[in-house]
């Protein structure tokens, strides 16, 4: 839903939210999201427009900071074999079949 929101597609995540409190019997307020009518059938105005522009806003860097933290350079050191299991056996079993 936080993608559907940041994608600004604010009505099908209220969708969303809407069926799973349905199945799990729970009355939800008529507004959910930020970009949806109020209560009295009203526009929200617009320091909630920019409220929910500035939380998207936030999620889009956010989501940007993760896939340039992703994409940069790892340093990796002997320790890393060591913390996945499978890496670790096939390491001790090439040290061993080298040794020999």
Do not use: Q
Request: include cysteine; glycine fraction near 4%; charge should be positive.
């Amino acid at each position: 839903m936080v993608w559907l929101c940041a994608n600004n597609r604010v009505d099908e995540a209220e969708k969303i939210i809407r069926n799973a409190a349905k199945l799990n019997n729970i009355t939800m307020p008529d507004k959910i999201l930020a970009g949806s009518d109020t209560a009295d059938g009203e526009k929200a105005d617009e320091a909630d427009k920019k409220k929910g522009s500035k939380l998207m806003e936030k999620l889009r860097n956010l989501r940007k900071k993760k896939e340039k933290k992703e994409e940069g350079d790892a340093r990796y050191t002997i320790i890393d074999i060591f913390r996945n299991r499978h890496l670790t056996i096939n390491t001790l079993c090439m040290a061993f079949c080298w040794s020999v």
